[in-house]
């Protein structure tokens, strides 16, 4: 039977752990998440979580099936559809446009899809070891699928035929001097995909030709996958700061950097969009090293982060993962994902789930 997560009193759950492990209440009240994780190493707990340990691990874990969503989408037509990740059977001009900009594309998204899939299915099973609720959005998935050759047709919970693609992380991580967690604001590096709504995938096999429109269509793929991955990149870092239990933490730190590493593959990825105008829709994907752009800002090989400004502008400059504000950070993500374009079509149920799990998360404080 499970138990409820919302009837523990707060603050009786970690004593209970710090009991369990020895530790006199009053040695360890003190220490913080990290503190605590070095005593309480061990099995894992199966103790109910505080309800924003919930919170949090529930939002992420509905962020980890939207994202799981779109993933799949991509893979069916882009990536290798095998027995890890089941579904679709490709579109080969689709294909042939992702490899010019890395001819191992289709691998990648194999990859990246899988450990979405792993992500979602962790936090789920996660919870419910710990007295938890596992989130389920199947209830929303109504969007319509692509009708191009190589996609099921299926309801998605995502959108990826009318994009507005967020592309200033590009220079977000190149800028010496900028961090949006100080207000700081960044060009976006294809001006264009934020004036518009693209598809990222064909939608149906009308947008294989001409190769200039599908060399696009593989472009804005190419540029969201970062968009997409620098915001996990991001959210793992900015709700840690608020989680309790250090085994929740070991969970949100064992996660994150994985979404680092997708980011990075991408930034590196999207630098070979070949320079190509749509001519269905004028949308002009520009050469990044010459100008007007080039240099420090744009430079495609330019992928590391660039140390900047971080907690105090009178602090040296440091090479980190930006934004990592915590405040606020779930309904943030929430935000992004829906100005990216990716829940038109979702009804206000949709929204108002989101909106509720999001709250939940970002009212959770960490408890001692
Ligand atoms: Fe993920
Ligand atoms: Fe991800």
């Given at each position: 039977m499970r138990k409820s997560f919302e009837s523990a009193p707060v603050g009786a759950i970690s004593r209970r752990s710090l009991l369990a492990t020895g530790l006199a209440v009053g040695a360890g009240a003190g220490l913080g998440p990290l503190g605590r994780a070095a005593a309480a190493f061990g099995d894992t707990s199966s103790e109910a979580l505080t309800s924003g340990d919930a919170a949090i691990l529930r939002f992420l874990s509905a962020a980890e099936i939207l994202e799981t969503d779109l993933w799949q989408q991509y893979n069916e037509l882009g990536g290798i559809q095998d027995s890890e990740v089941p579904g679709g059977s490709g579109s080969p001009r689709y294909v042939a446009a992702l490899r010019k900009?890395?001819?191992d594309m289709p691998q990648y998204i194999h990859d990246n899809t899988e450990d979405e899939f792993t992500h979602f299915t962790f936090i789920n099973a996660y919870l419910e070891s710990r007295g938890g609720e596992a989130v389920n959005l199947?209830?929303?998935?109504?969007l319509p699928s692509s009708?191009?050759?190589?996609?099921?047709?299926i309801g998605r919970?995502?959108?990826?035929?009318e994009l507005t693609v967020d592309t200033t992380w590009w220079t977000r991580y190149r800028s010496r001097t900028g961090n949006p967690d100080f207000g700081d604001k960044f060009p976006p590096a294809v001006p264009g995909l934020s004036e518009g709504r693209f598809p990222?995938?064909?939608?149906?096999?009308?947008?294989?030709?001409?190769r200039e429109h599908i060399q696009a269509i593989a472009n804005t793929a190419g540029f969201h996958f970062g968009t997409i991955e620098q915001g996990g990149t991001s959210l793992y870092p900015s709700l840690a700061q608020?989680?309790?239990d250090p085994e929740v933490l070991r969970v949100l730190l064992s996660i994150g950097p994985t979404e680092a590493m997708h980011f990075q593959t991408w930034h590196d990825k999207a630098g070979?969009?070949?320079?190509?105008?749509?001519?269905?829709?004028?949308?002009a994907f520009p050469?990044?090293?010459?100008?007007p752009f080039g240099g420090e800002d744009f430079?495609?090989?330019?992928i590391m982060p660039e140390p900047t400004i971080f907690l105090?502008?009178?602090f040296p400059a440091c090479s980190i993962i930006r934004?990592?504000?915590?405040?606020?950070a779930a309904m943030g993500a929430v935000k992004a994902l829906t100005a990216d374009g990716?829940?038109?079509?979702?009804?206000k149920e949709f929204f108002d789930a989101l909106k509720e799990l999001a709250t939940a998360a970002d009212a959770a404080t960490p408890q001692a």
């Open positions: 900009l890395d001819l199947d209830r929303f998935r109504t009708k191009a050759t190589g996609a099921q047709q919970l995502t959108n990826l035929m990222a995938i064909p939608r149906s096999d009308k947008d294989l030709k001409p608020r989680v309790s070979n969009a070949p320079e190509v105008t749509d001519p269905t829709n004028g949308l050469s990044l090293n010459a100008p430079q495609t090989n330019l105090k502008r009178r934004p990592t504000k915590t405040d606020g990716l829940f038109i079509g979702h009804s």
